[in-house]
């Protein structure tokens, strides 16, 4: 059983920065692609980015592209996700998920199996 446990959200201002950590306890993170979703309030739980297993390919939303960057450091099993130039719309709470599959490097959040209890990240304009 993989808990996974986000870290780093807050209030920020449009335009800041700032970077979300996901870690494990159980099973190391190195054997999972990871992603990250957000779910505003009234609103459907969204990809936002993944990241392969090995780390080599990694897949964005269109909304953050260019702004937000998913990476892993396997010596640390951690995973994050740096947040550029945020903006009001990113307010949301941001969950990690792990993806048994291998291979994956999926958008589809059914495909992830475990979930972190999510970090929430408040843009102000």
């Known amino acids: 059983q993989v808990q996974l446990v986000e870290s780093g959200g807050g209030l920020v201002q449009a335009g800041d920065s700032l970077t979300l950590s996901c870690t494990a306890s159980?099973?190391?993170?190195?054997?999972?692609?990871m992603g990250w979703f957000r779910q505003a309030p009234g609103k459907w739980r969204e990809f936002v980015a993944v990241?392969?297993?090995?780390?080599?390919?990694?897949d964005l939303a269109d909304s953050v592209k260019g702004r937000f960057t998913i990476s892993r450091d396997s010596a640390k099993g951690t995973v994050y996700l740096q947040m550029n130039n945020l903006k009001p719309e990113d307010t949301a709470v941001y969950y990690c998920?792990?993806?048994?599959?291998?291979?994956?490097?999926?958008?589809?959040?059914?495909?992830?199996?475990?979930w972190g209890q999510g970090t929430q990240v408040t843009v102000s304009s």
């Open positions: 990241i392969s297993r090995a780390g080599s390919s990694t």
């Open positions: 159980g099973p190391t993170l190195s054997a999972y692609p």
């Open positions: 998920a792990a993806d048994p599959d291998p291979v994956g490097l999926s958008r589809i959040k059914e495909k992830y199996t475990y």
